[in-house]
């Protein structure tokens, strides 16, 4: 784009044609651009979609009942019948692998955007309003956010542990998932309080939830899109944590279970590196995904960010 | 430093242990057919030898805890115990009491922690400063990627990876335990060198995670510090290199740095945690791990307990120490 035209003041007598191909750029030309300027998002948006791909086109090609135990020989290592072996209770480890990603993706994006709801409305409630709802909030974020995460979800889970499925892990998870998401939002909408749009709406008559929803919500898109991703990963990582010390879906297939149930049955010592190599390649794209997401979305709502990254 | 700042502190550090405990009390109550009761008459209908210790455990567990009485008789007396760091014995393992079982864990773990926390920090906060500074080798900038990249891993998968690649595939280091088999503990060389060689992989699954983090954060108060007029001053009047960037730059943006180590802590525990089950390590981790598969619920909310503590402890020394370390900061209400 360097050729283009940029000096219309150095081409005075040019023809009004000339200058019209300063035309905005298309849609499309916009997306590409910003993507070259922010290639984190991207990366990291395509990791995720692949995931998210795998886990909606698997079962057409993979018997998914395959991941429930004695349903393949027992201990198998990879060969052309099991592509990824099979474990000690005869599970089909790639069935596992279809059926545990979707699982593991559901707990993180349940817990994530609960967290997040929660989040706003209490970020709103306790930024706008301020007084005593405020301080109360603020504190109790702020001693929560203090507490050792899994330690608590470790309590919690280990408490209801015969019973846990995938969705009431979620929920046990999003439990602790609006402490982030509360501060940030707090603090932004304090900023925004203030700001001379959100004065003309009070002034004109617009009642508060009305101003918060219409006004203030949208503005705030980046910042939420940014914290959504950051509450869905620290669930993952909560998630697979619980799962490795063993306290997640005892009947469903999870990532995390499997390398549970690996480490468990001395996988590793055995050798039987296909029980629990898959489930942490998976996870590690999943993570580096999120994280250049997080960061690119960081970049994107704070502004700040672009001149030191 | 203001006395209404330090009173604030160290009540939020009551609530912090008050909530930890009411939680702890709360849990067990609200889930559906009493865990502990479910667990212990699980244990006495297995009968067998510990049919007298059960017994034995459910009259002193209602003596002590005042089950017969009402639940803010029971709330009281709960609380005192925990005040007292007593939380009564285990159940896996009976004539044990929590607090001893927690009292031989403990300095494994804060021993690996401190030690490879350490050892992350240190490295990872140079590395986010050289990268910054252009007068320095451009190996750094090599670096910091992969650092990152390891940094979005959980510690514990790193340390699976580790287990197989250098304890199993090569074994140069063994495979678990906090020491060989049939060592007694005593304090010599070579017993110490052989807790080094079993804490070696625990501990370098947590640096390898954490120097990415950190030299993040580092990177960040660099950019901002060597933007300050007092870094051109210094460059203006000729110093060293290697002065401004030790005594100017550097001192100034490893201060944040430090509160962020204190507000981290709470994280660090949590990978630490998962890493010592995989790695077999004797500590806070691996008693963790067994009282959940033992179902041993006092010991659980014991170590949950004992860790919310020392992090709360930590996390209050740090803010009360900080005013000192960084004269800027004052804590006064703006």
Redesign the interface.
Known sequence: MAEMPIDIAATPSAPIEERITFRDRTPMEAIVAYCRRNPNVVIGLSMIVTLLLISAVGPLFVDTTQADPLSALPAQSPSRHYLLGTDDQGRNLLAVMIAGLPDTLRIGFLAGAIGLGVGIILGFVSGYLGGVVDAVIR?AV???L???????L???A????TFISVNIMALVIASLAWRQPTRIIRAQVLTMRERAYVQVARRSGMNTPEIMVREMLPNLFPFLAASFVGAVFGAI?FS??LE????GPQNQPTLGMT?YWG?RFNA??R?M?WW?LPP?IM??VL??G??LLTIGLDEIANPRLRR?A | MNTGYVVRRVL?FL??LW??AT??FI??R??PGN?VRDRLVSQASQGGPLQEGIEQMVRSYNKEFGLDKPLYVQYGLYLKHVARLDFGYSIASYPNRVMGLIRGALPWTVGLLLISSAIAFTLGTFLGALVTWSRAPKVFQLLIGPA??LS???Y??LG??L??LLA?LFPIFP?SGGYSIGQIPHLDVSFLLDILRHAFLPGLSIVLAGVGFWALGM??MM?TTKGEDYINFAEAKGLKDRRIFFSYAMRNAVLPQVTNYA?NL??I???L??VE??FGYPGMGSL??NA??G?D?FL??G??YI??LV??LA?LAVDLLYPILDPRISYRRA
């Open positions: 504190i702020d001693t929560l203090t507490l050792p995460g899994i330690l608590i470790i309590t919690v280990a408490s209801i542990r990582l697979i944590g490795a010390l063993g306290l390398i480490i590793l010592l050798g590196w629990w942490i996870l590690v993570f580096f999120l994280l030191t | 939020q609530i912090v909530a930890a939680i702890n849990l067990p609200l889930a865990p990152m990249a979005a891993i959980p514990y998968l699976i990876m287990v197989y199993i495979l990177r960040g950019i507000i709470g994280t525990i949590s990978g945690v998962i089950v995989i963790l791990f959940i598969n179902s619920y659980i909310y170590i949950v860790t919310v992090i709360g996390t």
